[in-house]
Nanobody
Framework: QLQASGGGLVQAGGSLKLSCAAS????????MRWFRQAPGKEREFVTA????????AYTDSVKGRFTIARDNAKNTVYLQMNNLKPEDTAVYYC?????????????WGQGTLVTVSS
C-alpha cells in the first residue's frame, strides 16, 4: 500500500512537502514516481526516483522547483515543492514501480490535493 500525505492550500511562491509511505511488500520496489492531475486535464508525470542508486527525473515544468528524495529505511519518498505556481494545482499521486524495470507494473496510492492560490 501507498499512503500519500502533505497536500494543502498554499499561496503562490510558497512551499509544500509531500510524503508517500510504502508498506507491505516493499522489497521489490524498483522506483517511485509522482504524477498529478489538474482539474479538467489528463494525468501527467511529475518526477521519479530509483529505489537504489541516484536516478531521478523531472518534467520540465518543475525542474529547479521540485525535488524528489527517498528514505529507504522508512520506505518513504518525498516531494519538496518550492516556488509553487497556480498551475501546480492538482491532485498528486505517488506510484511504486514493482519489478525489475520502469516498465514493470505500478501500484498507485490515493491522491493528495495541492491547491496554489494566486
Amino acid at each position: 500500500q501507498l499512503q500519500a500525505s502533505g497536500g494543502g492550500l498554499v499561496q503562490a511562491g510558497g512551499s509544500l512537502k509531500l510524503s508517500c509511505a510504502a508498506s507491505g511488500r516493499t522489497s521489490n520496489i524498483y522506483g517511485m514516481r509522482w504524477f498529478r492531475q489538474a482539474p479538467g486535464k489528463e494525468r501527467e508525470f511529475v518526477t521519479a526516483i530509483s529505489w537504489r542508486g541516484d536516478t531521478t527525473a523531472y518534467t520540465d515544468s518543475v525542474k529547479g522547483r521540485f525535488t524528489i528524495a527517498r528514505d529507504n529505511a522508512k520506505n518513504t519518498v518525498y516531494l519538496q515543492m518550492n516556488n509553487l505556481k497556480p498551475e501546480d494545482t492538482a491532485v498528486y499521486y505517488c506510484t511504486a514501480v514493482l519489478g525489475s524495470s520502469w516498465s514493470s507494473p505500478s501500484l498507485w496510492g490515493q491522491g493528495t490535493l495541492v491547491t496554489v492560490s494566486s
